[in-house]
């Protein structure tokens, strides 16, 4: 079925393939990837965890952060090999033990700040990045933190506001302002 | 009180649940076993022609399993376009062949010139470098009137002058708008380019083609608005495969705003490619891919004459419009500066006269074609700076004259062929003086202007006309579609609802808010009613969800088809209560006996219609599942108005957007949480295209702006927090909702606010520009300052 060159020649995999390890998600995880193998990839194919969108090739657009030992990362950008390793949690892995929306996630869903839902996990880890660093942001600081995430629908309004919101601050009242 | 179900209610959206937890299932989410990758080569040249290919060495590549190009095409129809325009002279628009691969020429950068189909992407990326190409390159034809120019190269060689089409609208309005505009008391005119936008929905195209031998089926996934318009376009007019034998899915997309309405090329690839190879073909679009193959939007440059008289009314309008149409006609590109812009060109405003004159354009570039609001930003553009620019001249408030030329009686018939049904244009601008606090402007200027910036004050109205319709009338115009939407609402045995709506959700929240509908008709709560869309093997027709038409023509329908549920419930709830179906009432999902304690509930009567032991079956059929087909009387009509507040540095010409305000008229309004965002976002696309976005190309047709690194896309820290208000309600006279569409409404009204904005700024610092093209950047308002 397969008119491929592969195997026929070389054993590609032998030649190009190594295995990496990482924790994903609290759970060990491997597989064999090539040099060139990003973590966006290795995470959306080979592990089957879709939740990380590629967005653009230019490392602008956000869809794909994901957390690489604690840092908000953009999983496009980083080879696969470089999280050999390391602790990677995803949008996969962000929901409460018993499965409901962790306070992020539920305030996004209770502001509406999503629509088409595919820039929203990388939106979801980056609110989760600055919250961690900055657990009550200002207007201004959540917008400058929001810079390498793109999203086309909301036009930002409720997505900021859903930040906010889940800082514990009254995202309601500052919209009004 | 806020109503906590049904119709106006905003219950938080049942499809966040999936898309908050990483588990939405968007086409390049989906895998099939064994499933091959196709790379495309595309054109790195604007022109040339195609002497010759060797893909030898490319062949021979690992992984690799066949190579596509034109010449596996001859034979194969081209990508069609859905509506034909007439010129002013009567010939009909010049209509070259679209092939799916170049063939024996390349038109623009990104053109497909061949397929490589492989084992994995990366081999078929590699094989794609193996591949020599022998071009003859061309003079690339790039500006629209150098284009129209004899003597100019011609991107297809049976096109004269490049020209597609001359069109007039309303040509019996032609002599009269002249003669008008001669005898006024004072004309306005501005020249404007409507900058050419890339829509940039953030999930990049995605299709997956999978042909099945043992059935001869075709399966086509892909990131559509509209699947059933692709298969009927691809399988009728490009494959020749009949609706039976293909299946179009279009799961979770993200995001369309208009250029995943057409059919493009690489689904018809995959679809026909799959059945040569036997195989499926998977192909991902990357960013930088997407940049030189999603159709493109706006690209208008026009000159607009207001006439008026010498108590400031308006009495004509004219304009002459250049209308870019990229390499080949996509699939709605024609009907874009006509059809949808043409008609809106008497705005709000009782102008007697309008005459609309638009010269379509072939150019060596990616075709153009609808993006959010299409035609109808480009015409309320035009409208609300000339009619800005008109008060300035005349040293009157531009509120005012808005406000004096107002259409106040409804129905209105245009000179402009529509007929507004309903609407209240004194009211929405009144509330946006409310909302947006203008009373209050003069102190905020103050307080800029002792912080060293310019601040000024933009308003304009718009209107806007969603669900093209009817049906009849748009074919008359040259449509070759339909225009209604189908529903079926399948009502099972336990009482839950599965409606199979044609209508797509690519970010809407169907599967929320029309359940809403569902749950106020019925009385059941919402949790029991599905929403089935973006598959043609489970709906039967469709055509699908753009120009704001979901709820108004797709609602519409699931409304019908609902009621003609409810009335055979009646019948049967009516045998079983020994009743006449007349009497028969349904309430809180409930049927009972009108003035008497008898009742049934609605569960008990789905039962029965699915176990027919007590049961009328000599009169009615078991089961319970109706469809009905839903072709709107009349197009609906949102409108508003819309204010912005800039802040201009005169040192750098950066400009802030400080405030916006929307107050909107749509009608009834189902959710006003999904409105809201609806709105928000169609303002964030508007000012983006107001300061920042643009599309550029060289002289040489190469595009400039090709990534996001170039392509300003609107980030959280360009915008602000939004006032919007769609509390006044003149709802639609003609169809069963009230409803009127709100997808496209921000992108439509908010670049004039920006730009008027912008002029009211530099003009406050004594500045005399009178106007400053879109995108306003910082350099183009500097420039604009200091001459």
Known sequence: MFNSAIGKDFDYREEFMTQVSMTVNGQAASGDVEGRTLLSTFLRETLGLTGAHVGCDTSQCGACVVHVDGKAVKSCTMLAQEAAGATVDTIEGQANADGSLNVIQQAFQDHHGLQCGFCTPGMVMSAAALLKENPKPTEAEVRHYLEGNLCRCTGYHNIVKAIMAASGQDAEAIAAE | ?787
């Not at chain 2, 022109?47 to 690992?62: F, Q, S, T």
């Not at chain 2, 073909?281 to 690209?299: L, M, N, P, V, Y």
């Not at chain 2, 308003?459 to 579609?481: D, F, H, K, T």
């Not at chain 2, 079956?617 to 409108?639: H, M």
Request: net charge negative; charged share 20%.
């Open chain 2, 1 to 787: 009180m806020p109503k906590d179900h049904g119709i106006g209610a905003a219950p938080k959206r049942r499809e966040d649940l999936r898309f908050l937890t990483g588990t939405g299932n968007y086409t390049d989410d989906i895998n099939l076993a064994g499933q091959a990758y196709v790379y495309f080569l595309r054109a790195d040249v604007a022109h040339a022609k195609i002497n010759g290919m060797n893909m030898d060495a490319a062949a021979a590549m690992p992984g690799v399993v066949r190579i596509f190009t034109g010449a596996d095409f001859e034979g194969v129809g081209g990508l069609p376009c859905g509506w034909q325009i007439h010129s002013k002279d009567g010939s009909p628009m010049h209509e070259p062949p679209h092939p799916v691969i170049a063939q024996g020429k390349i038109r623009y950068v990104g053109e497909i010139v061949a397929a490589i189909v492989a084992d994995s992407l990366e081999q078929a990326r590699d094989a794609a470098e193996a591949i020599e190409l022998d071009l003859e390159e061309l003079p690339a034809v790039v500006d629209m009137k150098a284009a129209l120019a004899d003597g100019s190269a011609l991107v297809h060689d049976e096109v004269p002058n490049n020209r597609v089409y001359d069109w007039g609208f309303v040509e019996e309005n032609a002599a009269a708008t002249d003669e008008a505009i001669k005898n006024a008391a004072h004309v306005t005119t501005l020249e404007l380019v409507n900058n050419r936008l890339v829509a940039n929905p953030m999930e990049p195209r995605v299709a997956i083609g999978d042909y099945t031998r043992h059935n001869d089926e075709s399966t086509l996934y892909t990131t559509s608005q509209n699947p059933h318009v692709i298969r009927l376009l691809m399988g009728a007019f490009v494959l020749g495969i009949p609706e039976h034998k293909l299946r179009v899915i279009a799961p979770d997309v993200g995001g369309g705003f208009g250029t995943k309405i057409f059919h493009y090329a690489e689904e018809a690839f995959v679809t026909f490619a799959s059945k040569q190879i036997n195989r499926a073909i998977k192909w991902t679009s990357s960013r930088s891919e997407a940049f030189i193959s999603d159709a493109q939007g706006r690209d208008h440059v026009t000159k607009i004459e207001l006439a008026l008289d010498a108590d400031n009314n308006f009495t004509a309008v004219r304009t002459h419009t250049l209308a870019n149409m990229g390499a080949y006609l996509s699939t709605f590109s024609t009907s874009v500066p006509t059809y949808l812009h043409g008609t809106l060109m008497a705005g709000n405003y009782k102008t007697p006269l309008v005459y609309i004159n638009v010269e379509a354009v072939f150019t060596n570039t990616v075709p153009v074609d609808a993006y959010r609001g299409a035609g109808r930003p480009e015409a309320t553009y035009q409208l609300e700076r000339v009619i800005d620019k008109a008060a300035r001249e005349l040293g009157v408030d531009p509120i005012e004259l808005r406000r004096q030329n107002f259409i106040t009686e409804f129905p209105y018939a245009t000179p402009v062929a529509l007929e507004y049904d309903t609407g209240d244009y004194d009211a929405t601008m009144t509330k946006l003086e409310e909302i947006a606090d203008l009373s209050g402007f003069a102190a905020r200027r103050a307080e800029s202007e002792k912080n060293g910036k310019l601040r000024g004050l933009g308003v304009n109205c718009y209107i806007e006309a969603c669900g093209i319709a009817p049906s009849n009338v748009a074919g008359a115009l040259g449509a070759r579609a339909g225009l209604y939407e189908s529903a079926t609402v399948r009502v099972n045995a336990t009482g839950g609802v599965v409606v199979m709506t044609g209508a797509h959700s690519h970010g809407q929240g169907h599967e929320t808010s029309f359940p809403q509908v569902i749950s106020e008709m019925i009385g059941i709560d919402e949790s029991q009613v599905e929403i089935v869309h973006g598959d043609t093997g489970r709906g039967a027709m469709g055509m699908g969800t753009y120009g704001s038409r979901s709820i108004a023509v797709g609602g519409a329908a699931m409304v019908r088809a609902t009621e003609k549920i409810i009335n055979k419930a009646k019948k049967i709830a009516a045998h079983l209560l020994e009743a006449s179906d007349s009497d028969i009432e349904l309430k809180d999902g409930t049927f009972s006996v009108a003035g008497t304690d008898k009742s049934i509930a609605w569960g008990d009567v789905c039962l029965t219609a699915y176990v027919p032991h007590n049961y009328p079956l000599e009169d009615l059929e078991p089961g319970l599942e109706e469809t009905a087909f839903y072709d709107p009387a009349n197009f609906t009509f949102p409108s508003g108005a819309y204010a912005c507040e800039v802040e201009v540095d005169p040192d750098t010409g950066e400009v802030s957007v400080q405030r916006f305000a929307a107050a909107d008229d749509f009608g009834n309004i189902i959710n006003p949480m999904i409105v809201d965002g609806q709105v928000h976002g169609g303002i964030a696309q508007g000012i983006g295209q107001a300061l920042r976005e643009n599309t550029v190309y060289d002289e040489n047709g190469q595009l400039l702006s090709a990534s996001y690194m170039d392509y300003a896309m609107p980030r959280a820290d360009d915008v602000p927090f939004y006032e919007v208000d769609h509390s006044c309600q003149t709802p639609c006279t003609h169809n069963p909702l009230g409803v009127k569409g709100c997808g496209e409404a921000g992108a439509i009204g908010s670049p004039p606010a920006v730009v008027n904005a912008v002029i009211d700024a530099l003009q406050s610092g004594g500045h005399d520009v009178t106007h400053i093209d879109m995108p306003v950047s910082p350099s183009r308002v500097w420039a604009a300052m200091n001459g």
